[in-house]
C-alpha cells in the first residue's frame, strides 16, 4: 500500500488553475474601448491583434492569453488588471457593526473604514433628513458619480432604480449616482449622511 495521496498520482494530470470568467473580460473590453471611442478594428490594429480575435474576446468567446490581454491594455491606455478584475457589485452594503473596526487604545472610540477615496476623486459631504411619503426620486448625476449613504437614524429605502435595499441605522450604501436612484424614509424622524463622488 502506498501513502501517496491520490491528488499525487501520475496517471492523473495536475488541476489546471481556474479560468477567469469570459464574461468579465468581454464586459471589460467592450467598457474600455467605448471609453476610448475606439472601433473593434482601429484597437485590434494598435493592438495588434485579428479583429475577429477582438470580436470573439467582446462576446465572450475565445480563448484570450496574456499576451493578447497585455497588448489589449497597452492599446487602451489602462493596466492589464482593468480588463481580468472582477466587476464591483453595482450596490454594496455593510450592515452596522459588520465592517472590520479599528478601536483606540485610549478611549471608548473605534473606526470603520467604510470606502477610501480613490485617487483625483472629489468628494460632497450631506446631512439629510426625511420623513415617510413620496421616495425623493434623483435624476443621474454626472457620469463616474458614487454615492455612499450611511442612515444615523430611522430607515432608509435607496438606490438605483430596481436595486433599492432598505437600511437601518449604522447601515451602510454605496452604489452608482451616475444612474436612475431615489431615496424613500420608511420611519419618522429619519436621517442620513450622504457622501456623493465625483470622479
Do not use: C
Amino acid at each position: 500500500m502506498t501513502d501517496t495521496p491520490p491528488s499525487a498520482s501520475p496517471s492523473q494530470p495536475p488541476p489546471s488553475p481556474p479560468r477567469l470568467p469570459l464574461d468579465w473580460i468581454a464586459a471589460s473590453l467592450r467598457r474600455e474601448r467605448t471609453r476610448a471611442g475606439l472601433s473593434l478594428s482601429e484597437l485590434a490594429k494598435r493592438a495588434g491583434i485579428a479583429k475577429s480575435t477582438l470580436s470573439q474576446l467582446e462576446a465572450a468567446s475565445g480563448n484570450p492569453s496574456v499576451e493578447t490581454l497585455w497588448a489589449l491594455g497597452v492599446a487602451l491606455g489602462v493596466p492589464f488588471s482593468a480588463l481580468v478584475e472582477p466587476p464591483n457589485p453595482s450596490v454594496r452594503v455593510i450592515r452596522a457593526g459588520e465592517g472590520p473596526a479599528v478601536a483606540s487604545e485610549r478611549a471608548e472610540f473605534a473606526a470603520t473604514l467604510l470606502s477610501a477615496s480613490p485617487p483625483g476623486a472629489r468628494r460632497d459631504l450631506y446631512h439629510l433628513r426625511a420623513e415617510p411619503g413620496a421616495a425623493r426620486e434623483s435624476e443621474p448625476h454626472i457620469p463616474g458619480s458614487v454615492e455612499h449613504l450611511i442612515v444615523s437614524t430611522g430607515r432608509v429605502k435607496a438606490g438605483p432604480r430596481g436595486e433599492e435595499v432598505e437600511l437601518d441605522p449604522g447601515d451602510y450604501m454605496t452604489y452608482r449616482g451616475d444612474v436612475p436612484h431615489s431615496y424613500e424614509a420608511l420611519a419618522p424622524g429619519t436621517t442620513f449622511v450622504l457622501v456623493m463622488q465625483h470622479a
